[in-house]
C-alpha cells in the first residue's frame, strides 16, 4: 500500500505581520515557520494507519515550498513518514491554490498513491482547496474536515465534523483524499532516535517549474491590515490595576 | 451580474445561514437566483428563481450527485459568481465546481468591491490578522463566504419560480462529472453529545483558551464562570485536548452563542471561534497579546497574565461577595 500525506510550512501566527514591499505578500524577514497545524493531524494518521498495517506501507511526504520547507518535511520524517518529496519553489507562500494542487497533482499521479492525507486547510491562507482539488484531478473519493478515521479492506469509514457539534459518518472505497480536522487524534512528538533516523531519509527535490505550467485562477492584488474598529477600551497595568478597573464592569454587565 | 447562491439543508431542514448568502447577493446589487438540495415542502424564503432537488431521491451528503445538480444551475442561468457559505458543505463541494467548470475559487469573503476589470473580494489571512484582496482570473468564479460577515435577507414574498430539477435534469457527462455510483456514501449522523449544558441559553459566558496553560488554570475560570452566575465555555483546543466536554466549545463548529456577557480568557480569536461569539451583547478578553485577533471584537481588552488578572479579579469579586 502507497499512503501520501501533503503539508505546507507556515509562520508561526502568534507573529506580528507586516506587508512585503511589493505589497502582494507578507514580509518573511524575521518568522519563525512551522508545520501547518492541521497537516500535523494529518502526518500522524498516516502514520497511525502504517503501523495498524504492521509497517507495510510506504509513507511519502510531499511539500511544495522554499528551501526553508525542508524542515518541515524532516518533521513529518522523524514522526514517521519514510521519504521526502519537495516541490522546490521559492514562490511556494504565493501561489493560488489551483497552482499548488496542479503541481502536486503532476509529482504524484504517475505514482498510484491509495491514499492521501492532508490538512483540510492551511492556517495562514485558510482557503480549504488544495484536498479536494487534487482528488478531482486524480479521480479520487474526497472526505473533507474528518475528526475520525477508520480503515479496513480497502474502504474508509471517516466522521466528517459539520456545524454545531454534528458529525456525519461517511465510507469509501480507497483510493482516496482525507482532509483533517484537528483533534482528530494526537500528534506525536518525534524522538530524539527519530530525528537521527530522519536525517538519513531520502528528500527528493522537483524543480516546480517541470511542474507548474499553470497561470493562478485568482490572483492577489494587495494585503491590507486589518480594519481598526473603533475602539474598545484597553487597560493595562499590573494586574491589580487591571482588576480594579474589570472588576466594576463586569459587575455591571451581569446586573 | 449575476449569482447563483448554493443553499444548505440538512436532517430534515434548512440551515438558517443560507440567508447570510442572500444578503451576499444583495451586498453585491446582482441578480440572484439559488440552487438547494432540500424539500420542495419546504422551500426557502427567498424571492428569485429556485432550483430546488428533492434531497429525498439525491440524499443529503452525496457531493458528486449535489456538484453536478449545482452545475445544471449554473448551466440554465450562466451565473458571474456561484456562492457557497464557507462551511462544512462548501469546503465539500465549492471545490469540485470550481475544479469541473475549470474556474477559479476564492475562499472566506468578508468584502466585496466592483472593480474596473472583475469584482475584487478581500479574505482574512494570518488568522484574521491581515487581509488580501484578490481578483479572479476566470468568469465565473466559485466563492466561499464567511460565516457571519454578511447579514442575512430572508424575504417576505415566495420565490418567483420554482424549477423542480429531476435526475434526468443533471447530466453526468454533460457535467464533466463521472458520478454512477457515488464514491462517498454518507451512513448517517452522529449527534451532538448533550450532558445538560445549553451554552445558547446562557446570558453569561466565561471561555478558556489556551492562553491558560494548564488544565489546573481552569478552574479560576471556572470559578469566574459562577462568580458571574454564568457557565464555562472553552475554545477548541481545550476541547481536543479533553480539558472540556464538547458541548462548551465555542465556534463555528461548536456552538454559536450570543450571551448578554462574553469574557474570552486566554483565547487570541482564531476564526472559527469569533463566528460562534461575534454576536455576544458585550466582550471582554483578557489576553497578554494586546494584537490578538480577538481584540477586533472585545468591548474591553484587558492586556497581562490571563492566570494572574483572574486570580486578581476573582480576589476583588469574592470579597466584595
Redesign the interface.
Known sequence: MRLLVCIKQVPDLEAAFHVAADGRWIDEGDLAFRLNEYDEYAVEQAVLLKEQLDGEPELTVASLGPGRVTEAIKKALAMGADRGVHLVDDLGPRRDPWQVASALHAAVREEAYDLIFTGFQSADRGSAQVGPLLAGLLGYACLTTVVGFEYADGRVNVRRELEGGVKAVVEAALPAVVTCQLGLNRPRYPTLPNIMKAKRKEIRSLPVESLLPEAPRVETERLLPRPKRAAGLVLDGDPGEVADRLVPILREKVR | MKSLLVGEF??GGL?EATYELAGFGAACGDEASMLLVGSPDNPPLFAGRVYLADVAWVGE?A?GAHRDLVLEAIRREDPDQIVFL???YG??I???V???LG??????VVAVEPGADAR?Y?????????????????RP?VVTIQAGAFAPLVSESAPSATVALQPASADPAAAGG?DTAP???????????RGGVDLAQA??IVSAGRGIGTQENLAAVRALAQA???ELGAS??L??AGWVE??R?VG?????VAP??Y?ACGI?GA?QHLAGMRRS??I?AINK???A?I???????????VN??L???L???QN?A
Open positions: 440538512r436532517q440551515i451528503s457531493p464557507h462551511s462544512s469546503w465539500d465549492a471545490p469540485r470550481a475544479l469541473a474556474v477559479g475559487q476564492v475562499s472566506q475584487h478581500t479574505v482574512p489571512i494570518m488568522n484574521g490578522k491581515l487581509r488580501m484582496q484578490v481578483v479572479p482570473a476566470t468564479v463521472t464514491a462517498e456514501r454518507l451512513l448517517g449522523y452522529e449527534a451532538a453529545e446570558e453569561v458571574l452566575g454564568g477548541r483546543p476541547v481536543d464538547h458541548e466549545q463555528s463548529t461548536g456552538q454559536t448578554k456577557l469574557v487570541s476564526i451583547g458585550y471582554v497579546d494586546r494584537e485577533p481584540a477586533e471584537v472585545a468591548d474591553v481588552l484587558a492586556v497581562g497574565d494572574q488578572l486570580a486578581a479579579v480576589t476583588r469579586l466584595e
